[in-house]
């Protein structure tokens, strides 16, 4: 077996995540709201904890995001037919996306909320 060099690896990687964004609708959801609640941290002046929390919930979702599509793909690869337990492996990988969007928006509502309330109280008080 040929080892990989490192940027072999890396590139394959970056394979990787370019195949989840090209061919994965909810990939390309995620990538689509990230910028804009990074973008409304940036004008609300969140604290950096704040921000910190912001890119890890984003991060979180991304990866969970990729490996649901790994776990799809390998159990695709393993049966095309109907099988309970390749369900239950889509189902627990899919499970783990959900899980992680929840954290986003639980993280969201709690760092975003106050700061909007503040200038919604200002705003109209």
């Known amino acids: 077996m040929r080892s990989r060099s490192f940027l072999q690896s890396l590139k394959y990687a970056v394979e ?3 195949y989840c964004i090209r061919t994965q609708r909810n990939m390309k959801i995620h990538l689509s709201i990230a910028p804009i609640a990074l973008v409304l941290g940036a004008v609300l002046h969140i604290s950096r904890l ?3 929390m912001v890119v890890i919930s984003i991060s979180l979702v991304l990866i969970c995001e990729i490996i649901n599509t790994a776990v799809e793909r390998a159990v695709d690869t393993a049966t095309m037919e109907y099988h309970p337990i390749a369900k239950i492996a889509k189902d627990v990988a899919a499970g783990a996306v959900l899980v ?6 639980i993280v969201g509502l709690m760092i975003f909320g106050s700061y909007l309330k503040d200038i919604i109280i200002t ?3």
């Not at 992680?100 to 928006?105: G, I, K």
Request: aromatic share 14%.
């Open 123 to 125: 705003l109209f008080g």
């Open 50 to 52: 704040e921000l910190v």
């Open 100 to 105: 992680a969007a929840f954290n986003s928006v």
């Open 16 to 18: 990787g995540i370019a």
